[in-house]
């Protein structure tokens, strides 16, 4: 990958962050309107500071990259059509979104319109980034969390599949989710604050403790490989994020300038990297996911010493990376001066954009005559704007005289011209659309069941009762012999992917391929990642809750993609659930505990002695002492609800869905056999329960 074709991209929370962002050396910037923002917390752009956002950055030769990343409900579908619609006259240069029904509708409205697979996608795994080059995608935003040959993997795979077109992208600076993206519902559950939507509430912020902990054990120290860039380069990556729209403007200036050093491989100096840390850190920085070492020393908080840091001083120092106009256009000038003729001055940009303006008639010089030192000498003042002349050509006729005044209108008359000229872009062609306004009609009586065990020690924990299931999901871990001893019971099996598969898909694979060969082809996959996969080894895939679909034109993309069925979001409440419209069979979560993280670096590594002592599921505890389970699971962590969702008594209020799942996670065979029961009779629940987000939604 040639020098200039490398990326740095800074992130513009307000105006003042914009500018920051652009005057310390961003190629690109990503930034959010009023509405289904992953960052709704920031100030953010309004149509008419959009619209001179674009004008500003382009004329600057910086790119735009507008963030519609969020989850959409059906009744917001069309809004953010509309929005899109507009940032496409402005026009902005990519669209970054997380909701696979908007991608939907975007490629039929927008088929030129770049599309960039947000973070919140949770892409990670090689096949998953290839599936989503194939279906059009320019750029995935990879996950946080990969470790640098995971990063060279997905490259090579990319460019063996004939598909190197495909751009990557990965964060180099900013703060660090405890969850990966997309796989967060923690905020959701306790507050109906959903991550999903640009709403967190920071749970993760807050005191939770594995035994043997800090007490903090969800938070993680923010993340800083900005002096690694060349590393990811070859890597493969090819556009470098600073995370930060919530920041101040000294931050992004900061970041930005450091990775700006980088990235044209200079020397970052010593007190921008301590004025890094001091303007926002989190007991410092961290470079675990991309070195591969997961454990205690990536968790951190925001200590006094971290807030004192940030001085007046330090701040000071920093605004001064930004107050004055960086000049990174380089541009040509040729004036001719003749007898008789008017000046002509033509400036000529890197693009080729060209303007040419005249003056008047030149005198006779009575005194000092005009020359081509003095001409170049005051057209390569082009201080205060974005253009730095590299080479004046002069062509002037002897003793000729011209005001110097003229000369410096006639240069600022043109590189006015000249930037207006290089903020203009052709709109991208827009097809306005209508998402479909349908409801999925479903009269299933009674509502079939299916049962997902995130665990099998034993084939006598799936207790008889379990075969009246029209598919039962069983980990994909699960011991050869087990699967033979509940396949003699006549058992309906499919198996459970991971969901995190970090550096782990070509074992899932085998593992798929020996399920095949037992005749178990069904699949269940929560994310795209799995999908893939999946798809890969012609399996028939069920579509997990964590797909996050939330609008039919999501299920339409995933029925797209061949998935038999889907279950929906349990972000969604029940009416939601059954407004949605589209032909792919769905269903709910009915029972278990709802997983409210999927965490690589597991809160247990925060203990003194790691987790090498855990059997598999640990607890976190919170301010309150609740409980939350925390299990493995092919090198990530679930951390589970403490108390389960049932709906055992709800049955007959649940409509227009075709089937209902039972998720089984740290309950023995006696509680599965109970809680089947329940369902069978519709009974109320016993004990301590919830209903999730069913009845209450979420913001």
Excluded at 37 to 63: M, P
Excluded at 72 to 95: G, M, R, T
Excluded at 236 to 251: A, D, L
Excluded at 316 to 335: F, M
């Amino acid at each position: 990958m040639k020098q200039q074709e490398l990326e740095l991209l800074a992130p513009a929370g307000s105006w003042d962050s914009l500018q920051a962002a652009v005057r310390s050396g961003a190629n690109a910037v990503y930034l959010g309107g009023n509405l289904f923002s992953a960052r709704a917390a920031a100030k953010n752009f309004d149509n008419d500071t959009l619209k001179e956002a674009v004008i500003y950055c382009h004329g600057r030769g910086v790119k735009v990259y507008l963030a519609i990343n969020t989850l959409l409900l059906n009744h917001e579908l069309q809004q953010a059509l509309d929005f899109a619609e507009y940032a496409c006259s402005l026009p902005v240069d990519a669209i970054i979104i997380q909701d696979p029904g908007l991608l939907y509708l975007l490629q039929k409205a927008a088929p030129h319109l770049p599309l960039h697979a947000s973070t919140q996608m949770s892409i990670h795994a090689p096949e998953g980034v290839k599936l989503l080059a194939e279906q059009g995608i320019a750029r995935v935003v990879l996950s946080r969390e990969l470790s640098l040959p995971e990063i060279k993997e997905i490259s090579d795979t990319l460019k063996r599949s004939g598909l190197a077109h495909m751009e990557l992208e990965h964060f180099v600076h900013g703060a660090l989710c405890m969850s990966v993206s997309g796989q967060c519902y923690f905020s959701s559950l306790l507050g109906s604050r959903s991550g999903n939507r640009g709403q967190c509430a920071q749970t993760c912020r807050l005191p939770f403790s594995v035994q043997g902990g800090t007490g903090h054990d969800l938070s993680l120290k923010d993340l800083s490989v900005i002096d690694r860039i060349s590393e990811l380069a070859e890597a493969g990556v090819t556009s470098f994020k600073i995370e930060g729209r919530m920041k101040r403007p000294e931050y992004i200036a900061a970041a930005t300038t450091a990775g700006r050093l980088a990235l044209d491989h200079q020397t970052i100096p010593e007190n921008l990297i301590e004025n890094l840390g001091a303007v926002f850190s989190r007991s410092g920085f961290t470079s675990g996911y991309l070195d591969g070492k997961l454990g205690r020393n990536m968790f951190g908080i925001r200590t006094k010493q971290d807030v004192t840091g940030a001085t007046s001083s330090v701040f000071a120092e920093l605004h001064g990376y930004y107050k004055n106009e960086r000049q990174s256009v380089p541009i040509t000038c040729a004036i001719t001066i003749k007898k008789e003729q008017p000046v002509t001055l033509s400036i000529t940009d890197c693009n080729g954009n060209c303007v040419t303006v005249t003056g008047d008639i030149p005198s006779q010089a009575i005194n000092r005559p005009i020359d081509v030192q003095r001409c170049s000498e005051q057209l390569k003042k082009t201080g205060g704007t974005p253009f730095l002349c590299t080479a004046v050509t002069c062509s002037i006729e002897n003793e000729l005289s011209i005001p110097i005044s003229m000369l410096n209108q006639l240069r600022r008359d043109a590189l006015d011209q000249l930037l207006a000229i290089r903020s203009r872009h052709a709109a991208i062609a827009f097809t306005p659309t209508k998402p479909p306004a349908d409801t999925h009609l479903s009269k299933k009586n009674p509502l079939p069941l299916r049962a997902v065990f995130t665990s099998v020690p034993n084939a006598a924990h799936i207790p008889a009762c379990v075969s009246q299931c029209e598919l039962i999901f069983i980990p994909i871990g699960t011991k050869a012999t087990i699967v033979k001893e509940l396949q003699n019971r006549g058992l309906p099996l499919a198996i459970t992917m991971p969901r995190g598969m970090f550096g782990t898909e070509r074992l899932i694979e085998k593992k798929l391929e020996q399920f095949l060969k037992m005749g178990i082809a069904d699949v269940w996959a929560g994310t795209i990642n799995s999908v893939a996969a999946a798809k890969k080894m012609g399996c028939a895939i069920h579509g997990g809750y964590s797909l996050n679909a939330v609008n039919t034109t999501a299920l339409m993309w995933y029925q797209k993609l061949g998935l038999h069925d889907m279950e929906l979001s349990y972000e969604l409440t029940l009416k939601q659930s059954a407004q949605m419209g589209g032909e792919l069979p769905r269903g709910i979560l009915l029972y278990g505990r709802l997983p409210l993280m999927l965490c690589r670096n597991c809160p247990g590594k925060n203990e003194k002695n790691g987790c090498g002592s855990c059997s598999g599921t640990t607890y976190l505890k919170d301010r309150k002492g609740l409980e939350f389970p925390v299990q493995c699971d092919h090198g990530c962590s679930d951390i589970l609800n403490c108390i389960p969702l049932t709906m055992s008594d709800k049955i007959a209020e649940i409509s227009n869905i075709d089937f209902g799942v039972l998720r089984f996670t740290v309950e023995n065979s006696v509680e599965i056999e109970e809680t089947f029961q329940q369902f069978f009779e519709q009974k109320m629940p016993m004990g301590h329960y919830t209903r999730g987000l069913y009845e209450k939604g979420i913001y």
